[in-house]
């Protein structure tokens, strides 16, 4: 059984009188007085459809703080599990239900449960009070891009090979297991597969690579066929378990993505082909991974973020981009989005050289921006951008700030790498990072 909120708040909770205990007393304090943020977050725990016997689980309120704190504290869930039992602060923000302390299955299936909708919502309430209270009026934006890596190792042809040999080995020995399988015949060949996988890494030059490569393309091969026959196998024996419509999940999620591998591997290293960024696999367990180059410098692997602040430092608003758009694409949807979001246009607008174009500052000013500074001027005049040299320099200057931010949410609230699987738990992983920052920053701007 699950409820939204905790019925009776303890009044013993206890902050230690320390910065951090002072910060999380202060952002409890803004969650007591907001508590409609719950909303989401129940709709998300899907209150009903749990059951109304059985021992109470999480409350919502209880699963948005505990997620609030991994966050804020960038702790794993075991990390989080035992500060729960073990401070008192913890223990008074996160408001568990009396001698009830979540092991950390049980906090990563609640937490990970929050969308990032819900976490979108949740900065908006923030964003609004923070209108109402003149920390952040959204008349002066600025924007500027960054990337969050995905949870992938640096990816290559042999590794994502030996990465769908060792997928299908797992599930011909599974579809073994099955109830009423019928005996199967193939032969496991991870062990060549890992060999060559290591022999290819630490070789050189191409032609010493190229009959490693198509070997190791051949027993990758040669398994793919053995999962199909154990599929034909299968079906044909009538074996349709519950294990297997898993089984069979499974095979069709994976068997796509490896046939692509090893497409691109025979383009790539056999035929010289050049395989664009977009048509990449860089990742069987995170399909939806990137391939990001910022400028010259290294390839990063994740997505694009572009992000806009305001004078507060608080981050107004996140997307996260589909591949990798140029800068100068996304500078007006992004104003768009501001807009959209405040209901009138900023006064001043800031950006990185990326952004600039003639074409942007004339929609940016038709939007009813009156100055739009690049950091680069990229052949804009400064009359064609802002009033005067002192108006370019001070907004030059604040859209450098920016940076601060980006770095803080980086270092300090996970920004950096992603550490969630899938999609869907990336862009909550992203918004759970924005808010943290933005509630924590919130605090300690807010007049008291």
């Known amino acids: 059984m699950r409820t939204k909120r905790t019925s009776q708040v303890s009044l013993f909770d206890q902050f230690a009188p320390h910065d ?13 007085a907001h508590l409609n943020v719950l909303d989401g977050v129940a709709n998300d725990l899907k209150l009903s459809s749990v059951q109304a016997t059985g021992r109470r689980g999480m409350t919502a309120e209880s699963v948005l703080r505990c997620a609030l704190l991994k966050q804020h504290r960038q702790l794993s869930y075991e990390e989080l599990a035992f500060h729960l039992l073990d401070s008192a602060s913890f223990q008074s923000f996160a408001r568990l239900p009396m001698d009830f302390i979540p092991k950390k299955s049980a906090l990563q299936s609640n937490i990970g449960a929050l969308t ?35 949870p992938v190792h640096e990816p290559s042809d042999s590794t994502l090979l030996w990465d769908g040999m060792r997928i299908m080995v797992r599930l011909l020995q599974w579809a073994e297991e099955l109830s009423g399988a019928p005996e199967l015949v193939w032969r496991n060949h991870s062990r060549v597969a890992k060999k060559r ?36 196998q299968l079906t044909a024996a009538n074996v349709f378990s519950m294990g297997f419509e ?99 246009p900023p006064r001043q607008a800031a950006a990185d050289g990326g952004y600039a174009s003639g074409a942007n500052v004339e929609a940016a000013k038709e939007r009813g921006i009156n100055d739009v500074a690049f950091h680069k001027k990229r052949g804009l005049s400064i009359d064609a951008m802002v009033k005067s040299p002192w108006v370019y320099r001070k907004l030059r200057n604040f859209r450098a700030g920016i940076e601060a931010g980006i770095s803080c949410l980086k270092r300090a609230y996970g920004l950096a790498r992603c550490t969630w699987k899938g999609i869907a738990h ?3 992983y992203v918004w759970s990072s924005v808010v943290a920052h933005n509630l924590a920053l919130f605090t300690r701007l807010k007049p008291t």
């Open 20 to 32: 951090i205990g002072r910060e999380l007393a202060g952002m409890s304090a803004w969650l007591d």
């Open 116 to 150: 990032d909708a819900t976490w979108e919502g949740i900065n908006r309430h923030l964003l609004r009070d923070a209108q109402a209270s003149r920390v952040e009026t959204g008349k002066m934006m600025r924007v500027d891009s960054t990337v969050t890596d995905a």
């Open 197 to 232: 996988t290591r022999t290819i890494r630490y070789t050189r030059g191409k032609e010493k690579k190229l009959p490693l490569y198509k070997d190791l393309v051949r027993v990758t091969e040669d398994t793919l066929d053995y999962v199909r026959q154990a599929q034909l």
């Open 246 to 344: 898993q089984w069979q999940a499974q095979v069709t999620h994976y068997m796509p993505l490896i046939e692509r591998v090893i497409e691109q591997t025979k383009r790539r290293v056999f035929t010289g082909e050049t395989v664009a960024a977009r048509e990449k696999i860089l990742s069987l367990f995170e399909e939806h991974t990137d391939l990001i180059v910022k400028g010259s410098r290294d390839i990063q692997y994740g997505h694009k973020l572009n992000l806009t602040s305001g004078r507060s430092g608080l981050i107004l608003d996140v997307v996260i981009e589909d591949g990798n758009p140029a800068d100068a694409e996304r500078f007006l949807p992004m104003v768009d989005r501001h807009i959209g979001l405040y209901g009138y």
């Open 426 to 428: 990336f862009r909550a």
